[in-house]
């Protein structure tokens, strides 16, 4: 079993002046624990359900190629691209950047957006919920085309490139890895069916097993083996006092339901001592546990 790290907030770091020396640091003692991945979110305001949206948020690509030359073995993606703030091509062309220059560790989440505040404030258009989905589908063609050996036109029902050239190349073969993020049961979770490489459920474990179940049931719709698919779930309300058994117990729990990758987050004002404390005595029996498959 795996464990990514998910920083969705920056406010622990003490300031603008403290955020670059703070994120450096986070992302390194999660490399030196054994973490797979670091994701930050692909927001602009911070969720004003979870905190005041006046709150540190940094723009994520940046700041993977910030942290890409912190590293030297983290896997880097945004936990997830909203589908409304770049166009395609730029977006494949971001995400091909970060992965040339990391070495081959860059993968692309993406989802349909959702932050409404957010695109008023900054003046981004905000679809309905189903274009915002067409756009999300065809967003993830174009991205596979850019990777591929075809550099000719896409024409789809809202973007037409005249030529989809992407030089150079990714490192990651055969493409990076694409993650679609959220458990709609009608059209996200059969887009990762159809296209993606990893998921992202949300919920206690009887959701997740019951969102599976869905997945499962579009995997055989499309002629697809779920197992190609890599699960990941949310996995950080901890008690404050979780012992190592606590903290492999909720793993083995969801490794159980088909869950292969446990993705923390940023608890606290010292998130990297966090994470060593709860995770760091935790990860060689974390690492050894085999999820079911789907």
């Known amino acids: 079993m795996n464990l990514d790290f998910h920083c969705h907030r920056f406010d622990w770091a003490g300031g603008p002046a403290g955020i670059g020396p703070g994120v450096a640091d986070l992302a390194q003692r999660a490399e030196a624990l054994g973490v797979r991945t670091l994701s ?18 940094l723009e994520g690509y940046s700041a993977l190629g910030f942290v890409a030359g912190r590293t030297e073995r983290l896997r880097l993606r945004l936990l997830v691209t909203g589908v409304t703030y770049r166009y395609p091509a730029l977006l494949a062309k971001t995400v091909t950047t970060v992965d040339v220059l990391s070495g081959g560790r860059a993968e692309l989440g993406i989802g349909a957006a959702w932050y409404e505040r957010e695109h008023k404030g900054l003046g981004v258009p905000f679809p309905p919920t189903a274009e915002r989905f067409e756009r999300l589908e065809e ?24 030529e989809c050239l ?25 887009l990762v069916a159809q296209y993606a490489d990893a998921c992202n459920i949300f919920g206690g474990p009887d959701e997740v097993a019951h969102k599976l179940d869905v997945l499962r049931r579009h995997c055989d719709d499309l002629g697809r083996d779920p197992n190609e698919i890599d699960v990941t779930a949310m996995y950080r309300d901890l008690p404050p006092d979780a012992s190592v058994d606590d903290v ?3 793993a083995e729990q969801l490794a159980k339901i088909g869950v292969s990758t446990l993705v923390t987050g940023a608890v606290g004002d010292d998130p990297g001592g966090w994470l060593e404390k709860t995770f760091g005595p935790a990860m060689d029996r974390i690492a050894a546990i085999e999820p079911a498959p789907l």
Not at 44 to 49: K, S, Y
Not at 143 to 150: E, P, R
Not at 168 to 190: A, C, F, H, N, Y
């Open 40 to 57: 930050f979110m692909d927001h602009w305001f911070q969720m004003d359900w979870m905190a005041p949206a006046e709150d540190p948020m």
């Open 139 to 162: 967003a993830i063609q174009i991205c596979l085309h850019m990777w591929s050996d075809d550099n000719g036109a896409y024409s789809g029902k809202h973007y037409q490139l005249a």
């Open 166 to 190: 992407c030089s150079p190349m990714p490192v990651s073969k055969p493409r990076p890895r694409i993650l679609i993020g959220g458990s709609g049961e009608r059209k996200t979770l059969r």
């Open 248 to 250: 492999v117990a909720g």
